[in-house]
T-cell receptor
Framework: GESVGLHLPTLSVQEGDNSIINCAYSNSASDYFIWYKQESGKGPQFIIDIRSNMDKRQGQRVTVLLNKTVKHLSLQIAATQPGDSAVYFCAEDNNNDMRFGAGTRLTVKP | DGGITQSPKYLFRKEGQNVTLSCEQNLNHDAMYWYRQDPGQGLRLIYYSQIVNDFQKGDIAEGYSVSREKKESFPLTVTSAQKNPTAFYLC?????????????FGEGSRLTVL
């Protein structure tokens, strides 16, 4: 899983399998959460977001789950593709102060 | 096209020199942010600004300075006081009126101190 720290967790999956990336956030007052994807040498790109009044939100091939009780966020990617290989970050927002987790590197094996 | 532009993409500097990284956005966003990213690590907040002529320190502001004289511009100066300035610097912006949304990021500036 992912948490604020000095090392980058990694996840390796087979093409076509589902991926689950986890994130532990720190501030119980945070009311908005985002998942970003970052490819090498580029800026992060928005994937999906969720507000604290929800516990699940679905996009195209992606689902975000929020568990406020344990301050846990997860990103599920269905039918993972080689193009999904990247570093994934969760971010929490409290009054426009947005903080990021350390990231998880996802590698998709053909 | 609307977006956020950082320049330069790559920058080399000698120790003891100040350097300024440019960040411009034409999205009419109120808030702008600077993050630092080291290899294999996440994004750490340096400074952010929610309105013109106002900005707040993030977690690692020491050795950096910013200004917000115009809504569309938020330059970051890496001063000689920054002990380990070699890093990838990311600028971002977002709308803050009404319901806040995602951050939009630039493509980053990679600074190397020789």
């Amino acid at each position: 899983g992912e948490s604020v720290g000095l090392h980058l967790p990694t996840l390796s999956v087979q093409e076509g399998d589902n991926s689950i990336i986890n994130c532990a956030y720190s501030n119980s007052a945070s009311d908005y959460f985002i998942w970003y994807k970052q490819e090498s040498g580029k800026g992060p790109q928005f994937i999906i977001d969720i507000r604290s009044n929800m516990d699940k939100r679905q996009g195209q091939r992606v689902t975000v789950l929020l568990n406020k009780t344990v301050k846990h966020l997860s990103l599920q990617i269905a039918a993972t593709q080689p193009g999904d290989s990247a570093v994934y970050f969760c971010a929490e927002d409290n009054n426009n102060d947005m903080r990021f987790g350390a990231g998880t590197r996802l590698t998709v094996k053909p | 096209d609307g977006g956020i532009t950082q320049s330069p993409k790559y920058l080399f500097r000698k120790e003891g020199q100040n350097v300024t990284l440019s960040c411009e956005q034409n999205l009419n966003h109120d808030a702008m942010y600077w993050y630092r990213q080291d290899p294999g690590q996440g994004l750490r907040l340096i400074y952010y600004s929610q309105i013109v002529n106002d900005f707040q320190k993030g977690d690692i502001a020491e050795g950096y300075s910013v200004s917000r004289e115009k809504k569309e511009s938020f330059p970051l100066t890496v001063t000689s006081a920054q002990k380990n300035p070699t890093a990838f610097y990311l600028c971002a912006s977002r709308k803050t009126s009404g319901t806040s949304g995602e951050l939009f990021f630039g493509e980053g500036s990679r600074l190397t101190v020789l």
